[in-house]
Nanobody, 118 residues
Framework: QVQLVESGGGLVQAGGSLRLSCAASGIIFSRHTMGWYRQAPGKQRELVASITGGGSTNYVDSVKGRFTISRDGAKNTVYLRMNSLKPEDTAVYYC????????????WGQGTQVTVSS
């Protein structure tokens, strides 16, 4: 079955950095767009960043210049490097896989908490 396992969340002071990882199994990794979403208390889940199988990236405006998404096909892993963290980045971060082309399916990880203290 498909599994997306996130790691790397935690507590960090404002201005600090974290790197989230999401290890995927059970999918053809290169045929899935990988994304990171986040959900803060009382707010809707939002797309933070995504990267296609071909390496094209997309970011929400609030993280541009601070966050970097990348993927390693040899390890079936997607990363989110988060620099210059702000208290408003505090949320549960979820890994997402979405099939491209003939590959269907949307999959979610269990989420990892990121807390940024001021």
């Amino acid at each position: 079955q498909v599994q997306l396992v996130e790691s790397g969340g935690g507590l960090v002071q404002a201005g600090g950095s974290l790197r989230l990882s999401c290890a995927a199994s059970g999918i053809i990794f290169s045929r899935h767009t990988m994304g990171w979403y986040r959900q803060a208390p009382g707010k809707q889940r939002e797309l933070v960043a995504s990267i296609t199988g071909g390496g094209s990236t997309n970011y929400v405006d609030s993280v541009k210049g601070r966050f970097t998404i990348s993927r390693d096909g040899a390890k079936n892993t997607v990363y989110l490097r988060m620099n210059s963290l702000k208290p408003e980045d505090t949320a549960v971060y979820y890994c997402n896989a979405r099939g491209e082309g003939l590959f269907r399916g949307v999959y979610w990880g269990q989420g990892t908490q990121v807390t940024v203290s001021s």
